[in-house]
């Protein structure tokens, strides 16, 4: 099985429930957490659990520190006025 939405094996499937389960605290902070994003941070770590649960969690905090949400207002600021 390739891991995918739709080409998953039982064990899989059941690996995808138990880890929608463990992050089900951090999915609101996320675009779009369906099974297709999900999915793929169980890859990344041969669907091991709590390897893929570390990373999930670490690129939320990420996402919070850098404002990730928020980067399409940021401006830049003015560049300085140079006169010689």
Known sequence: M?????????RQK???????????DVLPALPNPDDYFLLRWL?????????????????????KQKDIDNIISWQPPEPPNRTC
Request: proline residues 2%; hydrophobic residues 35%; glycine residues 4%.
């Open 43 to 63: 890859r990344a770590r041969s669907f091991d659990l709590q390897k893929s649960e570390a990373m999930l969690r670490k690129h939320v905090e990420f996402r």
């Open 14 to 24: 059941e690996a995808l429930a138990k880890f929608r389960e463990n992050v089900q």
């Open 2 to 10: 390739s891991g995918r939405v739709g080409d998953l094996s039982p």
